[in-house]
């Protein structure tokens, strides 16, 4: 069973954290100065009692007559009080009362074996400063929670922005934009652990940046001494004499051409140097005229014309890979839908691979078994970075849900669907856009 995650932001768990601190210090400075203040104050009750009932016992040893309220041998005295007047001693007793309001007692001990005792309510007065102590402590302990909580979102939503904002920079950077630091948009005064991380952030971009730009140089490389040698051995297989044999040799030898031709290509899109060559065309005329050249048993269909200025040359490389694509791993019939600036490509077969919906097109990656040993994976890789040099959006998804490839082996209406959505305004950069993959 999956466990139940809550998600919550920084902000408020600190805010939360520093409001129950709060609270249990509040909570915890109230009681004490709750228990000593009524501690203060019934010692001092007692003080005042003994003095009254000293007072009154000398009046009793003049006027044999209690005064002031002091009885002897009361029989309410408690029992404790009681037996300290055995052992002779003077004492104050407070008593604890169901209506919260203590009785304060004092009692001495006459030469005759009698007790002497006075007893009085705690004071109205006392009990007074009590309730307006508590009330202070209650307003004053509310006001501490209220006060942290606010806090915790001050100090907490500072840092809560600055994450977010190093979030955001490092999602750019995982979009393709390598010129974004991690650094620079988290700024700020104060420096934190949140520095710390964006410069981490920012090392392990560069560190990814050159190890790519290094893999591209070796590949770029590679390929560019290969054309040579390519080239003879294509120009060396036209000589061979006709037959079956010298048929082979020349088409794999012009499908390694090819396959040079390709990686450089895509060597060239991985610099991010390309620029694309502006022209204003008709976008459903120029794909009705481009497709009937590429797959003239295509259909083209064209909902709403629209005017785009685009790159004409890698606007056609980008319908080509995908009819190849189409043609080679779907099944038909293949239909090219054109409706204002978005240019919908579907086959009926099988659909995309699900590595290829979930992370987008790879180079070398045919995708299922099924397409196993057809081209080398390059095709939709050169069309998504002619998307973005156009600035262009290419989407992949499949027409069904899983298990669509049966249905359309029984006659289903399957496929896979390519989506390229065109800018409405001519990019100024290699691309302002990241390819997306939709399920």
């Known amino acids: 069973m999956r466990r139940l995650a809550l998600r919550t932001g920084v902000r408020w768990k600190i805010s939360i954290a520093i409001a129950a601190v709060g609270a249990l210090v509040a909570v915890a400075l ?16 007692r003080e005042v009692q003994l003095e009254r009932l000293l007072f009154a016992e000398r009046m009793y040893d003049s006027t044999k007559e209690p005064k002031f309220g002091t009885k002897v041998d009361d029989p309410a005295l408690p029992h404790d009080l009681r037996a300290k007047m055995k052992q002779g001693r003077r004492a104050t007793y407070v008593q604890e009362n169901a209506h919260g309001v203590p009785d304060v007692w004092a009692a001495v001990p006459m030469g005759n074996g009698a007790v002497l005792s006075l007893h009085n309510k705690f004071a109205d007065r006392s009990a007074t400063i009590m309730k307006d102590l508590d009330r202070s402590l209650i307003i004053g302990s509310v006001s501490v929670v209220f006060g942290g909580c606010a806090l915790g979102v001050l100090i907490g939503g500072q ?6 904002r190093a979030a955001g920079a490092a999602a ?11 650094g620079d948009a988290v700024g700020g005064v104060v420096r934190d652990e949140t520095d710390d991380l964006a410069r981490a952030v920012d090392a392990l971009t560069d560190a990814l940046n050159e190890r790519i730009e290094a893999e591209r140089r070796v590949t770029a490389d590679i390929a560019h001494e290969l054309r040579t040698p390519v080239t003879g051995l294509l120009t060396a297989a036209e000589l ?9 040799v020349r088409d794999r ?3 390694l051409r090819t396959l040079v031709e390709d990686v450089l290509e895509v060597a060239r899109l991985d610099s991010a140097s390309e620029r694309a060559e502006l022209q204003e065309i008709a976008l459903g005329e120029f794909v009705q ?3 009937a050249l590429l797959d003239p048993a295509t259909e083209v269909k064209v909902v709403h014309e629209s005017w785009v200025n685009t790159d004409p040359r890698r606007l056609e490389r980008i319908l080509g890979n995908l009819l190849a694509n189409a043609a080679k791993h779907g099944r038909t019939p293949v239909e090219v839908t054109v409706e204002g600036r978005v240019v919908r490509v579907r086959d009926h077969g099988p659909g995309f691979p699900e590595a290829l919906l979930r992370e987008g097109p790879s180079r070398f990656r045919t995708g299922a078994t099924d397409r196993a040993g ?4 390059l095709g939709l890789t050169i069309a998504a970075g002619q998307a973005r040099v156009l600035g262009a959006r290419l989407t992949f ?3 069904g849900p899983e298990g669509m490839a049966e249905r359309a082996e029984a006659g289903g209406a399957g496929g896979a669907i390519a989506v390229l959505w065109l800018p409405e305004h001519a990019p100024t950069t290699t691309g302002s856009f990241p390819i997306l993959k939709m399920p």
Do not use: I, Y
């Not at 109230?30 to 009750?45: F, G, K, Q, T």
């Not at 840092?159 to 977010?164: D, G, I, N, P, V």
């Not at 934009?177 to 991690?182: A, G, H, L, S, Y």
């Open 30 to 45: 109230s009681l004490v100065v709750h228990n000593s203040a009524r501690v203060s104050m019934l010692d001092n009750a």
């Open 253 to 255: 030898a012009q499908a």
């Open 374 to 377: 057809h081209g080398h994976g």
């Open 159 to 164: 840092l809560s922005r600055r994450l977010r």
């Open 240 to 248: 061979l004499p006709p037959g079956r044999p010298s048929e082979l």
């Open 289 to 291: 005229r481009r497709v």
């Open 397 to 399: 998804r499949n027409a």
């Open 172 to 182: 750019r950077v995982a979009q393709g934009n390598t010129d974004v630091r991690v």
